[in-house]
């Protein structure tokens, strides 16, 4: 597709959530035809065709895999339900590896009716049971980081002081952080964790915090439509090292209204603007 855009777009990723609108199919056929290199996946969006299609069409298509979301959700008020979780947990790990990435983005999960020190023990207990088989199939364990919104229902793990904090417990070069700026941009002391990060960020997502912000979970923004600063922190985690792909992941209801071609014409303009 030619669409007058320029730049380099060598580290642009297409997180599947930010078209949440289009297929696996359509997701990749509109990567290749806006030139975009890499795409990073959702389990859902597997499931939706199988794995082996998958495969199929993302080794015809020529688009590398930046990562794999989403693992984690470990802990759970009984045993079985825990037990649960790790093998879906190594079913992730699994798809990850077959569809040729190195990286599954590990969101860990809820207080799920525990209390929140307690879920905080089956998060660690849950990432070492599975740590071997991933290990086993080249595939890194990126923890990341949700904002303080979602301690509750969706990542027990709020901060990246904490991620970082659980990644050095394991002392593995297979396991990490992933780093999205929705939920990192307003901690004080994020430079001071991402120069922690150095040895193991695995991943890096753009997007923006809009003011308001109606709907903490489905009204992030485009680059450039909200208050933070994408280029600034791109380079603090450039500055350490990382030179990885660039998720752009948005999770917003208008964005997946309007046609896909137009939404990936509008990301490609604002990572030349806001991000690289």
């Known amino acids: 597709m030619t669409d007058g855009i320029s730049g380099d777009l060598s580290r642009l990723s297409l997180n599947q959530k930010t078209v949440e609108q289009w297929d696996m199919r359509q997701a990749i056929d509109g990567c290749v ?132 904090d659980l990644a050095e417990h394991f002392s593995s070069p297979w396991v990490g952080v992933v780093i999205d700026i929705y939920h990192v941009w307003w901690d004080a002391y994020v430079q001071r964790e991402i120069k922690r990060a150095r040895p193991h960020t695995f991943g890096f997502h753009v997007n923006d915090w809009l003011v308001p912000n109606t709907n903490v979970l489905v009204g992030r923004g485009m680059m450039g439509d909200g208050v933070v600063d994408n280029r600034e922190l791109r380079g603090w985690v450039d500055a350490e090292g990382y030179d990885g792909p660039v998720e752009v992941e948005i999770f917003n209801e208008e964005v997946w209204s309007r046609d896909g071609d ?14 690289v």
């Open 33 to 164: 035809r806006h030139e975009i290199p890499w795409i990073a996946l959702w389990r859902d969006k597997i499931e939706g065709i199988g794995l082996d299609e998958t495969t199929r069409l993302l080794r015809d298509s020529g688009l590398k895999v930046s990562s794999l979301c989403r693992g984690g959700f470990f802990a759970a008020p009984t045993a079985d339900e825990r037990a649960a979780a790790i093998e879906d947990n190594r079913k992730a790990i699994h798809e990850a590896a077959t569809v040729g990435t190195d990286v599954l983005v590990m969101v860990n999960g809820g207080m799920n009716g525990c209390r929140i020190q307690e879920a905080r023990a089956m998060v660690r207990d849950g990432i070492a049971e599975i740590l071997p088989y991933a290990e086993e199939r080249g595939v890194k364990i990126g923890i990341e980081p949700l904002h303080p919104a979602f301690a509750a229902d969706r990542a027990v793990t709020a901060s990246l002081e904490e991620a970082n």
């Open 262 to 275: 137009a939404v990936l014409d509008q990301m490609k303009e604002r990572y030349l603007a806001h991000v």
